[in-house]
């Protein structure tokens, strides 16, 4: 799920109707800030945050796959995106079992999901922006994808979501630090591979991830 494992499976990309829909419903986007909202105002947000999510959620795991146990992944067993390691301490913080990852169930999958959303503060960003982060914070953990966004904004790289993070937010919550921090994922890559080649058999899928991004970012409205 994470940069701590580092892998994504090559894909032949194929745009499903699905996914254009979802771009779809992207353009259809909602003025965020209000001054005051009524009750029936922070429920239409609410909606449209929800069907955020679940467009970021359905391009992550598009990307993420199924069951993988590369030998060169570090991340070791992985499902949906999921580490073995990851769901046994999900399961162990609800006093629950341990419990293979590949019996996770649908709402566990969602969960652990959200609290992506939630702690990369994803839901805050507008469209594009919010896909992006969701997707590095899957793909890279919570913390680094805040680096990614810092380096996006010109910031000091701390990982942390401080004040001045959200500061230079304010003015840069766009499609273009979207596209910044995919440019900063490409470069790492190229990185990464560099410093340990046995990460080379993932290369290819990490950069039809990043690329496929850009492309799908581009075509949402901000």
């Known amino acids: ?26 353009t259809l986007a909602i003025p965020l800030p209000f001054a005051q909202k009524t009750f029936a105002q922070q429920q239409q947000t609410a909606s449209f945050r929800q069907k955020l999510f679940q467009t970021a959620l359905y ?14 992944d570090k991340g070791g067993r992985t499902y949906r995106g999921v580490l073995q390691t990851e769901y046994n301490a999900y399961r162990y913080s609800r006093g629950l079992p341990p419990l293979d990852v590949t019996q996770m169930s649908e ?5 652990i999901y959200k609290y992506y959303w ?6 805050t960003m507008q ?19 805040i680096t990614f966004l810092q380096q996006a904004l010109g910031l000091p790289q701390t ?9 230079a937010l304010k003015g840069a919550n766009n499609r273009n630090t979207a596209l910044q921090m ?18 080379m058999a993932f ?18 409205k901000n």
């Open 118 to 123: 939630d702690s990369s503060l994803s839901g």
């Open 1 to 26: 799920m994470s940069d701590k494992q580092a892998t994504q499976r090559q894909h032949h990309i194929k745009w499903k109707p699905n996914l254009l829909l979802g771009i779809l419903l992207l």
């Open 127 to 145: 469209p594009a922006l919010a896909i992006v982060m969701f997707d590095t914070a899957v793909n890279f953990g919570i913390n680094n994808s």
């Open 107 to 111: 709402a566990e999958l969602l969960e």
């Open 59 to 72: 391009f992550t795991l598009y990307f993420e796959g199924g069951f993988s146990n590369h030998p060169a």
């Open 203 to 220: 290369f290819r899928g990490w950069l039809s991830r990043d690329y496929s991004l850009w492309g799908y970012v581009n075509k949402i």
């Open 182 to 199: 995919i440019n900063e994922r490409i470069i790492y890559r190229y990185k990464r591979v560099q410093e340990d080649p046995t990460q």
């Open 159 to 167: 990982g942390v979501f401080d004040s001045r993070t959200k500061e």
